[in-house]
């Protein structure tokens, strides 16, 4: 079968639709993640049903597959950072549910901007902070630390430590999902 104009816009509908849901997901875990510092189990576990639920609805057993791929992606990527206490488990699973929305090329993609947002939020929070000698040293220790704990982490350097600088990943996950959804409308 030909594939006709109807299929095109079969596409990008979907895609719209798969953006925008994305983007509220996101956006409801960034308030979360900004004002709590948490992103809680509801809302994750929803995320990754919804996406299910969305891609087996409009793909069948195909979008199934890729939901679960995109899933298992995201959780797979940021593991091992949540085993050295350099993220939360709700920030890991909200990359799950994220990849359920997405798939697994999504998902990559998706990772790799909100990883960019992340560090460019990072130095600038360093910066306002006028903790940049600071930062490079525990840096420089996470490094020589990796070497003598392994996968354990520094124990001075994770999230327990109340007196490091942290930034909410579930901000830069809402600001990705926005990038997201401003180039899926710019392709039509």
Known sequence: ???????????????????????????????????????????????????????????GWHGTLASLEGAGLGLLFLFPLVLVRGMGAGDWKLMGAVGA?????????????SAML????????VIWTRRVIATLKNIAMFIQGFFVF???GN???????????????????ALTALIGFVMSRCVR
Do not use: E, Q
């Not at 929305?101 to 901007?113: H, K, Q, S, T």
């Not at 124990?155 to 996950?173: E, I, S, W």
């Open 101 to 113: 929305l997405l798939g697994p090329w999504g998902v990559l993609a998706f990772l790799y901007v």
């Open 155 to 173: 124990p001075h350097l994770t999230l327990d430590n109340p007196g490091l600088l942290k930034v909410p990943f579930g901000v830069a996950a």
């Open 150 to 152: 392994g996968w354990r």
């Open 118 to 125: 992340t560090g460019v939020m990072a130095a600038i929070t």
């Open 1 to 59: 079968m030909p594939i006709t104009f109807k299929h095109f816009d079969f596409a990008l509908n979907t895609a719209l639709l798969i953006w925008a849901l994305t983007v509220a997901f996101t956006l409801w875990a960034g308030w979360l993640d900004w004002r709590t510092r948490k992103i809680p189990n509801w809302l994750t576990v929803s995320g990754l049903i919804t996406g299910l639920a969305v891609n087996t609805t409009i793909w």
